[in-house]
């Protein structure tokens, strides 16, 4: 399937969108429906901001993009090729694209942010992106690369003494080096691994034990993983944290099969943590859920409605104080497929009811 087949297909996902909520037209702003409806497209300048600078505004009869003469060459040129969308800018100074908006639609109109005049369908919309075709998870593959090797080549550099800045800034290099968007740098050295669970670099240096967390992001897809280092060997304790994380991780992650329910599989894994005698740890922060194009379209809780899908992506992260185990996976009937993995890193071998997985352990230097 080549790129402007993969858009036309989802063109008519979105036609069929229209007609089934009775919308004449959907606005789509956010950088995720871009980068899905574009098959792999950018629409950001900042990194941080969940919308893009365009407007892709899809009817019954055509496709549209909406931005300023700042951005319109840019998109023309590198973003949109040959794919069937009509440009439309407005002088930065000068026009608002509502206005541009006001003069291609009318009716009912649907979008992914609040806009006025339309209807909110973000979350809606957000489920035509959950099953992933063949071609983007050829393109997920590559984006789990990157953000494997990364985090293993920062793993075997850093040295005691190196701030959690700076270690936060060896991975992102790693990661813009290889042509992705560092979107998440957590980085907990020594005790701040034990104490937060989302914990941004601070000047802190490293000592012994060091967590690492990265986001990697490209054509849209985003990658989650977590790798633990100690320098020196860990404390028999630390080893039986890891050890039972990584149990909880293979019930996450094995029972991510198509037809699943979200909420059985949350049940079990909080049964897996009180197996492996850590009751609570799963109540000191949310266990991961659904990714893609999104960093969690949906968190698994024992509330979730949701089914696992064929070929849908998947990042749990299991943590006990001191440390955590992350990857990102596509849901197989025949088990999960890793799309971030060790790349040389030390394994351990973990089972869950007779099925064994091999996961990231502890590097020790």
Partial sequence: MTRLEEVQA?????????ADGGLDAVVLATRANFAWLTAGGSSHVGLGGETGVCRLVVTAHGQHLLTDNIEAGRFE??????????????????????????????????????????????????????????????????????????????????EPGMTEHEIAGLLMGKVFAAGAQPVVALIAADE????????????????????????????????????????????????????????????FNLGSRPGAQVADIFRRAVAAYDDAGYPDEWRLHHQGGATGYAARDYKGTFACEETVLADQAFAWNPSIAGTKSEDTIIARDGGPEF?????????LQTTYEGHTLRRPDILVR
């Fill in 10 to 18: 989802k063109l008519d996902m979105v036609r069929g969108f229209l």
């Fill in 77 to 158: 040129d590198e973003e949109l090729g040959d794919l069937p969308f009509e440009v439309h800018s407005a002088q930065w100074d000068e026009e608002e694209r509502a206005a541009l908006l006001s003069g291609l639609v009318s009716g009912r109109i649907g979008a992914d942010i609040a806009l006025p005049e339309a209807e909110d369908v973000a979350d809606k919309f957000a489920r035509l992106r959950r099953r992933l075709m063949a071609p983007e998870v050829e393109r997920y593959r590559e984006v789990g690369e990157i953000a494997s090797r990364a985090i293993a080549e920062t793993g075997r550099e850093i």
């Fill in 192 to 251: 701040r691994a034990f104490r937060y669970r989302h914990p941004i670099p601070t000047d802190r240096r490293l000592e012994r034990h060091v967590m690492l967390v990265v986001g990697a992001s490209k054509y849209g897809l985003g990658i989650s993983a977590t790798r633990m280092v100690h320098f020196g060997e860990p404390p028999a304790e630390l080893r039986d944290r890891h050890a039972a994380c990584c149990y909880v991780d293979a019930c």
């Fill in 339 to 347: 799309l971030s993995g060790p790349h040389g890193w030390p394994t």
